[in-house]
Every structure is written in C-alpha cells, then in structure tokens.
C-alpha cells in the first residue's frame, strides 16, 4: 500500500516537471522560429 502511494507521489512530481521542460522548449521554439523562416528566405 506505501508502495502505491510513493509511486503516485512521484508520478505528480513528472507531472509537473514535464509541463515546465514543454514551456521552457516552445519558449525557445519561438525565438529560434521566426530566425529560420527568415534565412529560408521565401
């Protein structure tokens, strides 16, 4: 039973890691899109 309760506790810690990492990487997706799109050159 203690077991099963760890082992929620530490999928809600992913849980909320992997939302922050996701923001962190469309944060750079952002910056780093308009530049590529622009060297492409239409």
Do not use: C, Q, W, Y
Request: hydrophobic residues 40%; proline residues 5%.
């Amino acid at each position: 039973m203690f077991n099963m309760e760890k082992n929620l506790s530490d999928m809600e810690e992913k849980i909320t890691v992997i939302p922050e990492k996701t923001s962190i990487t469309a944060g750079k997706m952002s910056i780093i899109a308009p530049g590529v799109r622009h060297s492409n050159g239409a």
